[in-house]
């Protein structure tokens, strides 16, 4: 069994996953959690194999690479933050019904990895940095913070809004209440910010030792700037003063709009030097 096979494998083991955590949502059936995080934390498990034996792969293959270099791996690896990330939200809230919407991130990002070519290649000179490993996974734990922070803010508005009208009915109810849900957004957004940064600084970095300047205003990292941007206005309007609840539910989901621009769009509407992402 080589890795590919594994990571389909770890599709489909995400895909039910998400299946799951919303039928517990909408069924309301408890027996359908426990199963829910059991199958969840068997994915991660799969998709932790996977990307070991990519790694083996490459050695076997004389490349020897960290898999983290293109839009595959990089996808693969997005999906494997989001389980851990939501899974320590799961054990720190108690509540199983969140995972209706943060896994089906982790299953998006794998369905988007099989349509990519999992063949492994021979590095970019540009991609054969120690600092790669840093900059990605930097990167992409911000991101899974982002896409989470994302949903829990969809949650958040749909559950104010029927709150107002006063028709929260019996799905909504069984979140969390709209404080718990706020901290959570608050707290998610602080730490994929600060991973952001790190990542923004590691590729600073890596940048000058590829290509001589830190910064050059390539679409990737003005997109990159942006989106950081859009996440410290977001906090700064927080502290100062003392936004919340839906205004920062926006926040978190134009934000992770951003994100996903940033991520996915800049590849194959912008050309630039991060082009072979």
């Not at 107002?164 to 209440?177: H, V, Y």
Request: aromatic share 16%; glycine share 10%; with cysteine.
């Amino acid at each position: 069994m080589d890795s590919s096979t594994l990571l389909g494998i770890t599709t489909f083991a995400y895909l039910l996953a998400a299946i799951i955590y919303i039928g517990l949502f909408v069924f309301r059936q408890e027996k359908f959690g426990s199963v829910a995080t059991t199958v969840t934390a068997l994915a991660l498990l799969i998709n932790t194999a996977g990307i070991g034996l990519r790694w083996i792969e490459s050695h076997q293959m004389g490349i020897g690479y960290a898999p983290l270099s293109n839009m595959y791996e990089s996808l693969v690896f997005f999906s494997w933050s989001i389980a851990v990330f939501y899974l320590g939200l799961e054990h720190k809230y108690k509540n199983r019904f969140l995972g209706a919407f943060a896994m089906p991130f982790a299953a998006a990002a794998m369905l988007l990895a099989e349509m990519k070519n999992p063949e492994i290649r021979p590095l970019v000179p540009a991609l054969q940095s120690n600092w790669l490993i840093a900059h990605v996974v930097t990167c992409f734990i911000g991101y899974a913070a982002f896409a989470v922070a994302s949903g829990f803010g969809l949650v958040y508005l749909l559950k104010d809004g029927k709150k107002a009208r006063g028709t929260e009915g019996r799905f909504l109810s069984q979140l969390p209440s709209l404080r718990t849900l706020d901290d959570i957004m608050h707290k998610t957004l602080i730490i994929g910010f600060l991973w952001l940064t790190a990542g923004i600084i590691t590729g600073a970095i890596w940048a000058n030792s590829a290509w001589g300047t830190y910064w050059s205003w390539d679409p990737k990292e003005t997109w990159s700037l942006i989106t950081w941007f859009v996440y410290a206005t977001a906090l700064h309007a927080r502290f100062t003063r003392g936004w919340g609840g839906s205004r920062i539910a926006w926040f978190a989901i134009v934000g992770f709009v951003s994100v996903m621009f940033t991520y996915y769009g800049v590849n194959y509407l912008l050309s630039g030097l991060h082009s072979y992402g």
